[in-house]
């Protein structure tokens, strides 16, 4: 089992940045790798960005390409999402999950095998 708890999310203007964080515990988590899906209200969750369990490796959905950073310390067990310039079409609730690799099914929500809690990302006008 591996066990996520994201934070960082919040409320910001538009233009802002926010970074969120999603800690994890139980199994290697270097083992793992790790994405970023996002949520809006009446909508179905969404691949925001995904990194290899070394952290070589990224992929980003072409909406956030250039604004958002995915990254990891798996000294610290923990993945990153930097967002800047962010815009109100960014909110949603943001959630982080696991996999045993990236593959090419990095962008499908039902690979992926632990999940966290979530945390609001909400961008004012």
């Known amino acids: 089992q591996v066990q996520l708890v994201e934070s960082g999310g919040g409320l910001v203007q538009a233009g802002g940045s926010l970074r969120l964080s999603c800690a994890a515990s139980?199994?290697?988590?270097?083992?793992?790798?790790m994405g970023w899906f996002r949520q809006a209200p009446g909508n179905e969750r969404e691949f925001v960005a995904a990194?290899?369990?070394?952290?070589?490796?990224?992929y980003y959905t072409d909406s956030v390409k250039g604004r958002f950073t995915i990254s990891r310390d798996n000294a610290k067990n923990t993945v990153y999402l930097q967002m800047n310039s962010l815009k109100p079409e960014d909110t949603a609730v943001y959630y982080c999950?696991?996999?045993?690799?990236?593959?090419?099914?990095?962008?499908?929500?039902?690979?992926?095998?632990?999940w966290g809690q979530g945390t609001q990302v909400t961008v004012s006008s």
């Open positions: 139980g199994r290697t988590f270097s083992n793992y790798a």
């Open positions: 990194i290899s369990s070394g952290g070589l490796i990224t």
């Open positions: 999950a696991a996999r045993g690799y990236l593959g090419q099914s990095y962008n499908y929500a039902p690979s992926y095998d632990y």
